[in-house]
């Protein structure tokens, strides 16, 4: 009898811990980047901020991996720091906190477990958080989307809507990933957001009418963080008075970007065996 039981225990946990090796938790620490209106270039790196993030893996076969993780990063633009006069001009700013929560699948190049390393690309579908922000000449923290800068549910501009804190991206990138031994693992990558919103700097269409702004909620508070031109101290622009109504504020031609670039480590439950033998059929053995 005790014999028996010990055959069924351990038909029971066999499984159980081959299973387990299909599984990976780890994390990410790197650097995050945004992409939008005011960004002089495709992707300003005088912005960069740090990311970090959490994730755990499933290995479904040699050459697919399915991820689950949440990345938390900063990102950040300021006309002063451009070249173009006009940008300078316009003198606008924002920062933001992102929290982004991701499914992803990851398609290996190679059978990490006897190459040791292989390239991998990603795709998958991500839901994010963000918040823009900016500072008053005081260095206060300024919410900038309950301003409705440019018209945003006001009745005179009824196509403006106020836009959604929480919104869906499609994340996708590239990378590699080297075994260090039979359980860590550590990986290189980039991955891009692509949003489908335009707000990530609250800044999109046009200026709408002064006078008509400074007659709602927060009338002369939006009008002096939507257009801060009046505020420039840079030699050799002279400061400016709020535009005229219809005049080109952004760019609503392409939507927003942020993208999340560093290394991930992640650490393989239950793994066995060798470096580079790794056995990764998930039958148990008798």
């Known amino acids: 009898m005790k014999q028996i039981k010990w055959v069924l225990l351990l038909s029971f946990l ?3 811990s081959a299973f387990s090796q299909d599984w990976h ?24 901020r740090p990311a970090l993030g959490l994730m755990v893996k499933r290995d ?35 920062r933001s906190v992102i929290w982004d929560g991701h499914f992803i699948a990851e398609f290996n190049f190679l059978d990490i477990y006897e190459k040791g390393f292989t390239p991998y690309v990603f795709g998958g ?6 918040y823009p922000t900016t500072k008053d000449s005081l260095g206060n923290s300024v919410p900038l989307r309950r301003l409705s800068t440019e018209g945003q549910n006001l009745p005179e501009y009824p196509d403006r809507r106020q836009y959604a804190l929480h919104q869906f991206a499609i994340p996708f ?29 609250d800044v999109s269409k046009t200026y709408v009418d002064e006078a008509t702004r400074l007659r709602y909620w927060r009338g002369q508070e939006a009008v002096d963080f939507a257009y801060r031109g009046d505020e420039v101290n840079t030699k050799g622009i002279t ?35 060798m470096f580079g033998k790794q056995k990764f059929s998930t039958c148990p053995k008798y």
């Open 14 to 16: 066999a499984p159980l």
């Open 25 to 48: 938790i780890g994390g990410f620490a790197g650097i995050s980047n945004y992409s939008g209106d005011l960004a002089q270039q495709r992707v300003d790196m005088k912005y960069t």
């Open 60 to 94: 479904i076969n040699r050459y697919l991996t399915l991820r689950a993780g949440l990345n938390w990063g900063h990102i950040a633009g300021a006309d002063s720091t451009n070249e173009s006069k006009d940008l300078l001009k316009r003198n606008l700013s924002f």
């Open 125 to 130: 579908i991500a839901l994010f958080q963000f």
């Open 173 to 201: 990138g590239a990378g590699i990933k080297v075994m260090l031994n039979d359980t860590w693992t550590l990986g290189l990558e980039i991955g891009f957001r692509k949003t489908f919103t335009d707000y990530l700097d």
């Open 239 to 273: 400061p400016g008075t709020y535009p005229a109504d219809g005049t080109i504020r952004g760019s609503d031609k392409n939507k927003d970007w942020y993208i999340f670039s560093g290394l991930t480590l992640t650490y393989r439950i239950g793994g066995r065996g």
